[in-house]
C-alpha cells in the first residue's frame, strides 16, 4: 500500500521552489516498487509469495524504469499519463486478486472444504504448490 500511496502523494505536493531539480514521478514509483520487490524476494516463505507477487511488482518496477527513461531523455516515448497509470493499477489488481485467492483458498481449506475432489483436483493442486515452501536468501543476515 505505501509503494501505492507514496508516489502519488509526491505527484500531488507538487516541486518545491528552492529546489532547481527533483526526480520525474516514475522514478519515485520505480523505488518504491523496487523497494517492495526487494523485501519479497528477501522475505518470502512460499512460492506465490516469490512467483506470485515478485513478478508482478518486478513488472511494474519495469515499466516504472521505461517509463522513467521516458520522461528524461524521450527515449523510448513515454506512454500517456491515463496509459501509464491503467497498466500499473492493472498490475496492483493482480497482485490484490493473487492474495484475495491464496487468501480465499486457505478460508476453505480451513473452513473444512475439501478441494480435492474430482472437480476440484486442479484447484486443490494449484494452492498446494502454491504454499510450497521457499528458501529465500538471507544476504543481510551474519553467516557466524
Known amino acids: 500500500m505505501a509503494a501505492w500511496i507514496t508516489p502519488v502523494v509526491y505527484l500531488y505536493v507538487g516541486q518545491p521552489d ?7 514521478q516514475p522514478g519515485i514509483s520505480f523505488l518504491c516498487d523496487g523497494a517492495v520487490y526487494c523485501l519479497i524476494i528477501h522475505n518470502h516463505e512460499e512460492r506465490w509469495e516469490r512467483w506470485g507477487l515478485g513478478s ?10 521505461i517509463q522513467c527513461f521516458g520522461v528524461m531523455t524521450g527515449y523510448p516515448p513515454p506512454l500517456a499519463g491515463h496509459s501509464y497509470g ?6 496492483n489488481v493482480a497482485a490484490l486478486l493473487i492474495i484475495g485467492g491464496i487468501g480465499i ?9 475439501d478441494l480435492s475432489h474430482a472437480y476440484n483436483r486442479y484447484l486443490d493442486r494449484a494452492v498446494r504448490y502454491a504454499h510450497q515452501k521457499t ?10
Open 18 to 24: 528552492f529546489l532547481p531539480w527533483y526526480p520525474p
Open 56 to 65: 508482478i511488482f518486478m513488472a511494474s518496477a519495469t515499466v516504472d524504469l
Open 86 to 91: 491503467l497498466v500499473l493499477d492493472a498490475l
Open 105 to 113: 483458498a486457505d478460508r476453505l481449506k480451513d473452513g473444512g472444504f
Open 135 to 144: 528458501h529465500a536468501p538471507k544476504p543481510f543476515r551474519k553467516v557466524w
